[in-house]
């Protein structure tokens, strides 16, 4: 049985930051695509960014661009949270397998993590 664990979650202040892992079971992950979504209350899941199997390429929402970056190593995906905002606050989600930004593309999700960014 697949399944795909975030931790990471947390309180954190305006500005600060957050590092958001990804963890596998059932499956090896170095061998997947992976993405990150969030969800806020009452609003539709959003593409946060996503990272390749093999050369590690990387593309971000517009949102996030600049301030956010997924790395990943041989077990875990990472995000990596900078300079937070309080409209980053949301359910992160880690997803695979694919290297899109359509949420429908992705066969396997994780539980989720909350992230709140207080001001």
């Known amino acids: 049985q697949v399944q795909l664990v975030e931790s990471g979650g947390g309180l954190v202040q305006a500005g600060g930051s957050l590092r958001l892992s990804c963890a596998a079971s059932g499956l090896t992950l170095s061998m997947y695509r992976v993405a990150w979504f969030r969800q806020a209350p009452g609003k539709e899941r959003e593409f946060v960014g996503c990272i390749s199997r093999n050369s590690g390429d990387t593309y971000y929402g517009d949102s996030v661009k600049g301030r956010f970056t997924i790395s990943r190593d041989i077990a875990k995906v990472y995000l990596q949270m900078n300079r937070l905002k309080p409209e980053d606050t949301a359910i992160y989600y880690c997803?695979?397998?694919?290297?899109?930004?359509?949420?429908?593309?992705?066969?396997?999700w994780g539980q989720g993590t909350q992230v709140t960014v207080s001001s």
């Open positions: 997803a695979a397998d694919a290297y899109s930004d359509i949420k429908e593309k992705y066969n396997y």
